[in-house]
């Protein structure tokens, strides 16, 4: 369902050190309104899961999805850029149709 690259797993877990949190830590992934193509991601770390999330597991990365992002994040992978171009996770969504310029937000 949603996938994680070798490099985002090296930053979740390095994130997930520095916030004292561990490496059984949630990964909660999801989409809310709003951003210049409608919908944007949301990513957090969290020991705690709510009734309704799915539990994915990925690359030993435990990634929870709220039940209202599941359609929108299917085949979506997660990677981690730290180039000069742009720092941070990207999602490569193969369900967007339209993503904005600096690829935080999409539309479907």
Do not use: H, Q
């Amino acid at each position: 369902m949603v996938s994680v690259t070798e490099t985002a797993k090296k930053k979740i877990f390095s994130l997930l050190e520095e916030d004292g949190l561990g490496k059984e830590a949630y990964v909660k992934v999801g989409v809310s309104s709003g951003g210049c193509s409608g919908l944007s991601y949301k990513l957090d770390f969290t020991n705690d899961r709510s009734e309704g999330d799915k539990l994915i597991e990925d690359n030993d990365v435990r990634i929870l999805v709220d039940k209202k992002s599941l359609l929108y994040l299917a085949g979506t992978e997660l990677d981690f850029s730290g180039g000069l171009n742009g720092k941070g996770f990207t999602f490569n969504n193969p369900n967007a149709t339209r993503t904005c310029g600096c690829g935080e937000s999409f539309a479907v």
